[in-house]
C-alpha cells in the first residue's frame, strides 16, 4: 500500500518541485493515516497546511481506498 501511496503522490511532487520542494511517505498508521515527510522548501512553507489538504491528502485518498487522513512529522504546525 505505501508504494500505491507513492505513486499518487507522483501528480503533486511536480507542483512541489517548482517551489523547491518535496514530499516524502514515512509510514502508514495501523489506522490508515499516511505519515509524510516535507523535503525542501516546503519544510518551511506557510502554504504546508493547504498543500496538504487540498494536493497531498486529496492524490492520496482518490487513488488509495480506505485512507482516513494524512500528517506531516515536520513543518510548520497549525493549530
Do not use: F, Y
Amino acid at each position: 500500500m505505501l508504494a500505491q501511496i507513492d505513486a499518487a503522490l507522483n501528480d503533486v511532487r511536480p507542483h512541489l518541485a517548482v517551489d523547491g520542494g518535496n514530499v516524502e511517505v514515512v509510514d502508514l498508521t495501523d489506522d490508515h493515516v499516511v505519515q509524510i515527510r516535507w523535503m525542501g522548501n516546503c519544510q518551511n512553507c506557510s502554504m504546508s497546511v493547504m498543500t496538504m489538504r487540498a494536493g497531498i491528502e486529496q492524490a492520496i485518498k482518490s487513488k488509495v481506498p480506505g485512507i482516513k487522513g494524512v500528517e506531516a512529522l515536520n513543518g510548520l504546525t497549525v493549530a
